[in-house]
């Protein structure tokens, strides 16, 4: 959910509240990485700390063209 809230944000222009909710979207994912019901989190996570990198940068421009690469389904370790 933090994650289309971000791309919403930065579709308005709006750095901070891109930024938090990148920021709160990793905070929330990354406790359940590697992956977590099939799904590549380590992948995700990178990708989200790359957008988080734009949005610092103050290129929200660019931020709303970085599409996110499909995350794979893994098979989590027991």
């Not at 222009?13 to 590549?40: C, F, M, N, S």
Request: zero cysteines.
């Amino acid at each position: 959910m933090h994650v289309a809230v971000a791309w919403y944000q930065a579709g308005r222009g709006r750095q901070v509240g891109t930024e938090r909710q990148l920021a709160k979207a990793i905070r929330r994912l990354t406790p359940y990485a590697p992956a977590h019901r099939g799904l590549d989190l380590d992948s995700l996570l990178a990708q989200l700390r790359a957008a988080l990198q734009v949005a610092e940068a103050n290129r929200l421009e660019h931020a709303v063209r970085i599409d996110l690469d499909a995350v794979e389904l893994v098979e989590e370790q027991q």
